[in-house]
């Protein structure tokens, strides 16, 4: 048995968890920069289609997909895990190094 090997059904319910954390706060952001999901479509090159099957939150992100979407934004992402009882307010690990991180200044191969 693997590390990961945990019980699925909590494993389903924090990526559900984190994908709606995402999309509420992409769609913030966009509400924030006054474009439209066919704004983001037409800045990623992908259809509207496919915008509403990131917004959902129901879709499986990838890293990638984050990553189009910030670029297509001009956007920061940034990623804090936090040991669990803490705030899940991304201040609350604010000692932690959470420095954002652009696309184009990703390591290579990851």
Not at 17 to 36: D, E, Y
Request: proline share 3%.
């Amino acid at each position: 048995m693997g590390i990961f090997a945990r019980d699925e059904s909590r494993t389903t319910l924090a990526a559900s968890r984190i994908g709606r954390q995402a999309t509420a706060s992409l769609a913030g952001l966009l509400a924030g920069q006054g474009k439209t999901r066919s704004d983001l479509a037409a800045a990623m090159g992908v259809s509207p289609g496919r915008v509403s099957q990131i917004m959902s939150g129901d879709a499986n992100l990838t890293v990638r997909t984050l990553a189009a979407v910030a670029e297509a934004l001009d956007a920061d992402i940034q990623i804090t895990f936090c040991a669990r009882g803490q705030s899940t307010d991304a201040r609350a690990c604010a000692d932690m190094d959470a420095t954002p991180l652009r696309g184009s200044e990703l390591p290579a191969g990851r």
